[in-house]
């Protein structure tokens, strides 16, 4: 949360509420000054409704550019989820160099699920050059 959007803000709280309870519609209504305003927190959210049409028609180009929003602020649940739409080519192309780069970023603030994505990459060959020595390196990372 950015410190100029106090976390006891009531809109704030009432909209994450609505996300939680999947009132999806008034979540929308709530969190998008946020998003606009540069919360990555919210940023997240604004690109999981939009990616999947929750409260919204889904629009994949608003998810990506939200994703990616909250990603460039180092919010590692939105790294990952943009690692993952590059990496299925999910709301934008797919590029399995970027999707590692993103990964990277969230295994680097300590994101288990990145750490086991780019294991699997590897363990695979998705996208790199198939290595178990990398494939059990990132596993080890994760506590596997």
């Known amino acids: 949360m950015s410190e100029d959007l106090p976390m006891n803000d009531p809109d704030y709280a009432s ?3 609505a996300f939680e309870e999947k009132n999806f519609t008034m979540a929308m209504r709530f969190l998008m000054r946020f998003a606009q305003e540069g ?4 940023q997240h ?3 999981i409704m939009y990616q999947n049409g929750l409260g919204v028609v889904a629009n994949d180009e608003k998810a990506f550019q939200w994703m990616k929003a909250a990603a460039e602020q180092d919010h590692a649940i939105a ?8 990496m299925e080519g999910e709301c934008t192309d797919q590029n399995y160099g970027e999707a590692l ?4 970023k969230a295994a680097d603030q300590g994101l288990i699920g990145s750490m086991t994505t780019i294991a699997m990459m ?3 060959g998705k996208g790199v050059e198939q290595s178990q020595e990398k494939a059990q390196e990132w596993y080890k990372k994760a506590g596997f």
């Open 15 to 17: 909209g994450v509420a």
């Open 39 to 42: 919360d990555a927190d919210a």
């Open 45 to 47: 959210k604004v690109a």
């Open 101 to 104: 780069c993103w990964f990277e």
């Open 122 to 124: 590897y363990e695979e």
């Open 79 to 86: 790294q990952h989820g943009l690692g993952f739409m590059y």
